[in-house]
């Protein structure tokens, strides 16, 4: 199924789209559809764009205090930011980005929950053994988190497998979460732990729109830019997969 969710995304990535209006233009011998395809990959590939799609991803979220976050019976921190390499003594761990982890310590240290959950990301791909809840966990320990309050679920490939687990771990009916994620995954996940029954309290971090637009770069295209844009592409795509897969159910 993993396979799945990473294949759909390609068929309506910009990406794509520009070498089939150019290939299209190529064999039927018509300008029109290189012309759209210029125009297609100029648009996806300035950061107007870019920062516009990417601050519709995240919507109204704003980054929290943990002062403000609510006691519950977990803090759920979801998988997605460390991946393995091969190293000279073989496979190690290598962070992304690391703002759910340090959050969600925060929010574990400042006595917001007396459990805090790491999801067992693990994607076929990936090298080595050890699960993402794995890595953290001995990363928590270093961190003087007490283990004894650290949990990891069963391995996941994506977010509604971490749903499941945690759902297994916690009774949803009666438990309130605090969940810990980045805010353009935020509105997928949150509706995902909803449907599982949970009291969630989302936590949004690792905000990615930045704080201002360059208006004299925003229409210069860069492949950053065409990055960002495939990757609010994608995002969406997964929201909408979710609502046609439980519309469906």
């Given amino acids: 199924m993993i396979y799945l969710h990473k294949i759909l995304p390609i068929f309506l990535s910009p990406l794509l789209i520009v070498i089939v209006l150019l290939v299209t233009s190529l064999l039927l011998r018509r300008r029109v559809f290189g012309l759209a395809a210029i125009v297609i990959l100029y648009v996806a590939s300035v950061p107007f764009t870019s920062i516009t799609l990417m601050r519709a991803v995240e919507g109204d979220a704003l980054k929290l205090a943990v002062e403000e976050a609510p006691n519950a019976d977990a803090i759920v921190v979801l998988s997605g930011m460390i991946d393995w390499i091969q190293t000279t003594q073989g496979v190690a761990p290598e962070w992304g980005d690391s703002d759910r982890f340090w959050d969600g310590i925060a929010l574990l240290k400042a006595d917001r929950a007396p459990k805090l959950i790491f999801t067992g990301g693990k994607l076929p791909w990936q090298l080595g053994q050890e699960t993402e809840g794995d890595v953290l966990k001995r990363f928590a320990v270093i961190a003087q988190v007490p283990e004894e309050q650290i949990l990891i679920s069963d391995k996941v490939e994506n977010t509604e497998d971490e749903a499941r687990a945690v759902a297994k771990m ?80």
């Fill in 170 to 249: 916690l009774d949803p009916k009666r438990s309130r979460i605090i969940l810990v994620t980045s805010a353009f995954h935020m509105p997928r996940a949150k509706a995902l732990f909803d449907k599982r029954g949970f009291e969630v309290f989302a936590y949004p971090v690792d905000f990615r729109a930045g704080g201002g637009l360059d208006w004299f770069t925003a229409f210069i295209p860069n492949p950053n830019a065409l990055a960002g844009t495939e990757f609010s592409v994608r995002e969406l795509i997964g929201r909408l997969y979710y609502r046609f897969k439980f519309f469906l159910n």
